[in-house]
């Protein structure tokens, strides 16, 4: 885990959200909420208050389910800090 994931999971659990998987290739960050209910609007002004709203570009929240598991909301964005 790398200090822009590790400061993201912060600021989620912080907020009384469980964070799943984490991930960030290059400059393309990726993190699994464990609530399908999930604010995007929320979430949105969580990464910008944490991570500096210029450095963060084109996020996108999205929910998901693979293999059957539980819902799952997806954070995703490129960073250029």
Known sequence: MNDVTAALREAFTEAGYDVGETSRNRDTVRLTVLDPEA???VLRDITH?????DDVL????????????????????RYRG
Do not use: K
């Open 49 to 53: 208050r944490t991570l500096g709203a």
């Open 58 to 77: 084109g996020v996108d929240i999205t929910t998901e389910s693979a293999d059957n598991q539980d819902v799952t909301t997806v954070v995703s964005f």
């Open 39 to 41: 604010s995007a609007d």
